[in-house]
């Protein structure tokens, strides 16, 4: 059984920095795109990066601050988020999709097929 499982989230004051993981099971990450969205109370949930096997994808605005990295040892993918802003408050999902980040599918929650429960990051003083 396909599983996704984030952790990490938390509370943080601007400026600060969290790490967020994504540990996958049932899958072989290697074969799989693994992406973070995020979704902030009243918004639609939007896509934050994306990582596959030989393409790695970030939102435009988020490039510099948020890094996404993976260890197939571990099944883990993770989101490296730094300079945090309250604007960055949300609820944080990874998700999955066979394949690679294709640049029209990447940012689309349509894309994926199988989702993590998400982790809360709240960024505040």
């Known amino acids: 059984q396909l599983q996704l499982v984030e952790s990490g989230g938390g509370w943080v004051q601007p400026g600060g920095s969290l790490r967020l993981s994504c540990i996958t099971s049932g899958f072989t990450t290697t074969d799989y795109a693994i992406g973070w969205f995020r979704q902030a109370p009243g918004k639609e949930r939007e896509g934050v990066s994306c990582i596959s096997a030989y393409v790695i994808r970030h939102t435009e605005s988020l490039k510099g601050r948020f890094i996404i990295t993976r260890d197939p040892a571990k099944n883990t993918v993770f989101l490296q988020m730094n300079n945090l802003t309250p604007e960055d408050t949300a609820v944080y999902y990874c998700?999955?999709?066979?394949?690679?980040?294709?640049?029209?599918?990447?940012?689309?929650?349509?894309?994926?097929?199988?989702w993590g429960q998400g982790t809360q990051v709240t960024v505040s003083s």
């Open positions: 998700a999955a999709r066979r394949g690679s980040c294709s640049p029209d599918v990447w940012r689309t929650t349509a894309g994926y097929d199988h």
